[in-house]
């Protein structure tokens, strides 16, 4: 075989090493994006695990959710207020960080339709539109717009 044959044929090998070796990186790339995307969906998880156990560190929390589920809220303590007011306010954080993380493509319709259940639930209640009304509302303008329609929503359903 002469050399500018065998020179072709190296660089046909050449060629394959580079395809094949394009091909693994994207494998790579492709795994660590699964990985990465995997970590993200366990923090969202546990984050929302340690929102639902909040009332269980707290009597004065878990008392005034009982009060609120069971209509009663006109008999809420201080204490009780102050526990709700911030479990509130944290929960609203939390489902501000889901619509961003839902309007940037991070979620799902229905991932997000089950956070703003969420706030339907939470504005149904007169303690938390009193909160509302008077907080710092400091949220991102696409977060107030979800606010203001779920409150419409409810008033238009009473």
Same mark, same amino acid.
């Given at each position: ?27 790579? #790339?492709?795994?660590? +994006?699964?990985? %990465? ?8 998880? /546990? &984050? =929302? ?57 991070? #979620?799902?319709?229905? +991932?997000?339709? %089950? ?8 504005? /149904? &209640? =007169? ?32």
């Amino acid at each position: 075989m002469d050399s500018s044959k065998l020179n072709d044929w190296m660089q046909v090998v050449g060629i394959f090493a580079v395809v094949a070796s394009l091909v693994f990186v994207g494998l790579q #790339l492709k795994q660590s +994006q699964d990985i %990465a995307a995997s970590a993200v969906v366990q923090s969202r998880t /546990s &984050d =929302s695990i340690a929102l639902r156990l909040a009332p269980l560190s707290s009597p004065a929390l878990r008392s005034a959710q009982a009060k609120i589920f069971g209509m009663t809220e006109g008999e809420l303590t201080a204490d009780e207020q102050l526990a709700y007011s911030w479990f509130f306010w944290s929960e609203l954080i939390y489902i501000d960080n889901m619509h961003y993380q839902y309007i940037s493509g991070y #979620l799902t319709e229905e +991932q997000w339709s %089950a956070h703003r259940g969420d706030l339907v639930r939470l504005f /149904s &209640d =007169s303690f938390v539109r009193d909160l509302w009304e008077v907080g710092p509302n400091d949220f991102k303008q696409s977060f107030l717009a979800v606010i203001d329609q779920v409150i419409e929503e409810i008033d238009a359903g009473r």
